[in-house]
């Protein structure tokens, strides 16, 4: 979402946007062990963040540094409103099961998906493209599918994986990826999944999590690349 907004501002398109906000995520989520409400409540600083992972991938200058930071803080608010209302604080396996079907790449029409399982994201998702357009002159596209383009780019810019991975997850995935799952990647994952698997441990309610970080881990352990890449959609 937030690299279509990118991709929109700078009027281009360019694959590293996506990863270059994945860099963003994995350093404040795991690497700073940051939180959701800590992005929603300081939008300034995670916007300098990726505004910084831009820079350091070439896709955007010093001239439009400022601006971009600026429309991608505008956007975190309702980006913000989308992700819980799928994800909710108190959600249940309900949920876990709809965002796994409705992300999968058979499936046409997610939000529809979404709402038959109780889930109705129509508002936020017209909230955000009209934020989207609002900020960057760009009208919003037609109702119907997420605000990620066509489904064939959907995979850099939704919030979860098509396996309904929670992002700071998702993130070491993409961690993993850029770096061509190297040895020294695959031990840094590891240590970071056992943090978090351990603080996770700390509230039943987070048993939705605990499975995905658990499964993540054996896969990292075993040094299982395709399983890897199969979880993180």
């Given at each position: 979402?937030?690299?279509?907004?990118?991709?929109n501002h700078l009027?281009?398109?360019?694959?590293?946007?996506?990863?270059a906000?994945?860099?963003?995520?994995y350093d404040?989520?795991?690497?700073k062990?940051?939180?959701?409400?800590?992005v929603?409540?300081?939008?300034?600083?995670?916007a300098?963040?990726?505004?910084?992972k831009?820079?350091?991938?070439?896709?955007?200058g010093?001239?439009?540094?400022?601006?971009?930071?600026?429309a991608?803080?505008?956007?975190?608010?309702?980006?913000?409103?989308?992700?819980?209302k799928?994800?909710?604080?108190?959600?249940?396996?309900?949920?876990?099961r709809a965002?796994?079907e409705?992300?999968?790449?058979?499936i046409?029409?997610p939000l529809?998906?979404?709402?038959?399982?109780?889930?109705?994201v129509?508002?936020e998702?017209?909230?955000l493209?009209?934020?989207?357009?609002e900020?960057t002159g760009?009208?919003?596209?037609?109702?119907?599918?997420p605000p990620?383009?066509s489904?064939?780019?959907a995979?850099s810019?939704?919030?979860?994986?098509?396996?309904?991975?929670?992002?700071?997850?998702?993130?070491?995935?993409?961690?993993l990826?850029?770096?061509d799952f190297?040895?020294?990647?695959?031990?840094?994952?590891?240590?970071e999944?056992?943090?978090l698997?351990?603080?996770?441990?700390?509230?039943?309610?987070?048993?939705?999590?605990l499975?995905?970080?658990?499964?993540?881990?054996?896969?990292?352990q075993?040094?299982d690349?395709?399983?890897?890449?199969?979880?993180?959609?």
């Amino acid at each position: 979402m937030l690299a279509v907004l990118v991709a929109n501002h700078l009027g281009k398109e360019h694959e590293d946007i996506g990863w270059a906000i994945g860099d963003a995520i994995y350093d404040y989520l795991v690497m700073k062990n940051k939180s959701i409400e800590e992005v929603e409540k300081r939008p300034s600083e995670f916007a300098k963040l990726v505004v910084k992972k831009l820079q350091e991938r070439e896709i955007l200058g010093p001239s439009v540094a400022k601006s971009t930071e600026r429309a991608i803080k505008e956007a975190i608010p309702p980006t913000i409103k989308l992700i819980n209302k799928m994800w909710p604080k108190d959600h249940d396996v309900k949920h876990l099961r709809a965002m796994e079907e409705a992300f999968s790449p058979d499936i046409k029409d997610p939000l529809r998906t979404l709402k038959a399982a109780g889930i109705d994201v129509t508002k936020e998702v017209e909230e955000l493209r009209n934020a989207i357009a609002e900020i960057t002159g760009k009208k919003p596209k037609a109702r119907g599918a997420p605000p990620g383009g066509s489904r064939k780019r959907a995979k850099s810019k939704r919030p979860v994986s098509s396996a309904g991975l929670p992002p700071e997850l998702l993130a070491i995935v993409k961690a993993l990826e850029f770096s061509d799952f190297s040895e020294r990647a695959m031990e840094k994952a590891e240590k970071e999944l056992l943090r978090l698997v351990d603080g996770l441990l700390e509230d039943e309610a987070n048993a939705p999590q605990l499975f995905h970080a658990v499964k993540l881990l054996r896969l990292v352990q075993k040094g299982d690349i395709k399983g890897i890449k199969k979880l993180g959609g």
